[in-house]
C-alpha cells in the first residue's frame, strides 16, 4: 500500500515540473519577440531601400547607355556612317533598278563581238555601265547575272545580238540621253539645220518626233547629232555634233547628243575630284563647271 503522499511525491518525479518564465526586467517572451520583428522589419525595409536605389542606378546607366547609342544612330559617328552605307546601299539598288526597266536595257540578250575591251567583276549592272563609261571606246556593255561578269563592248549593239536568259545588255550612248532632264533637253534643242556631216545610209522617215529621232542616233554607230525636219518627218543621223555648219531652217530641230548627257544630275554621279585628265585640246574661261560643260559639246 502507497500513501497519497508518497503516490504524490513519485508522480511529481515522473511528470518534471513546466518551467514558466515570468516578466523580468527584460521584459516578457512576447514583448522580446515583438522587438526581435521590428528589428528585422528595420533591417528588411533598410535593405530594400537599398536594393531600390541599386536599382535606380542600373536603371539610370542602362537609360543613358541606350540615348547614347540613339544618339550615335541619329547623328553620331556610328549613325552618320551606318546612315551613309545604307543610303549608299539605297542609290544602288534604285539606280540598278532604274537600268534594268530602261528602254536602253535589253534583257535575256548578250552583245556579242570577236573580242571584247576587257571584262571584269561587278556586283551590278550599274556598276558594269560605270566601267564602260571609264574606259576608252567603250559603247556597251553585257553583263552575266549569275557571275556577276561585266563584258566591255566597242560597237553600240555589239557584232551581233546572242540569246541568254541569264545576261543584261545596256547601250551606253542610249543611258546617256535617256538620263537627260527636262532642263537640259529645253537647252539642247535648237532651231537650227546641221548642214553636212550625214552618216550615209542611215537617214530614215516617218519618225514623229525629235525625241525618237534621238533615241535613233542613240543605236547608230558614231551618231553624235542629229537633225529632225518637222515638216517631213525625217530624221539625219550626224556624224560631227553640229554637223559641217549651222543654218537657221524653221522647221528643223537639231540636237547635239553630249549635250544631254551634260546635266546635273550626271555631273553628280561621274565626276572624278580632285583629279586632272592630263591632255587636252582646246582650253578657255568659263565661270562654272556647268560652262565647262556646255563648252565640252559644241567641239566636235
Known sequence: VVSTQSTGSYLNQLIPKRQLKTTSSDGSPIDQLRDELDGFKS??????????????????????????????????????ISNAISENLRDVQRSSNVLQRSKCTMTGVAFWESSTLGSSTKNTLQGCVRECANTN??????????????????????????????????????????????DSISQCY???????????GKAIAGVNSVEECVSYCADVEGCV????????????????????????????????????????????????????????????????????????????
Open 137 to 182: 571606246t567603250c559603247s556597251a556593255v553585257s553583263y552575266e547575272t549569275r557571275y556577276k561578269k561585266c563584258e566591255l563592248k566597242v560597237k553600240r549593239k555589239g557584232t551581233m545580238l546572242w540569246q541568254n536568259s541569264n545576261v543584261l545588255s545596256a547601250n551606253l550612248h542610249c543611258l546617256l540621253t535617256e538620263s537627260a532632264t527636262i
Open 190 to 200: 535648237k532651231n537650227v539645220d546641221y548642214n553636212g556631216a550625214d552618216i550615209s
Open 43 to 80: 533591417s528588411s525595409e533598410k535593405k530594400l531601400n537599398n536594393a531600390d536605389n541599386d536599382v535606380d542606378q542600373l536603371t539610370a546607366k542602362v537609360n543613358e547607355a541606350e540615348n547614347g547609342i540613339s544618339n550615335d544612330q541619329n547623328g553620331g559617328k556610328v549613325g552618320t
Open 225 to 300: 547629232s542629229v537633225t529632225y525636219n518637222q515638216a517631213d518627218k525625217n530624221c539625219y543621223p550626224k556624224n560631227k555634233r553640229k554637223g559641217d555648219r549651222e543654218s537657221a531652217h524653221s522647221t528643223c530641230t537639231s540636237v547635239t547628243m553630249a549635250c544631254l548627257s551634260a546635266n546635273r544630275s550626271l555631273v553628280n554621279r561621274c565626276r572624278v575630284v580632285d583629279k586632272l585628265f592630263a591632255g587636252h585640246f582646246s582650253e578657255v574661261t568659263v565661270g562654272s563647271q556647268d560652262d565647262c560643260f556646255a563648252e565640252m559639246y559644241l567641239h566636235g
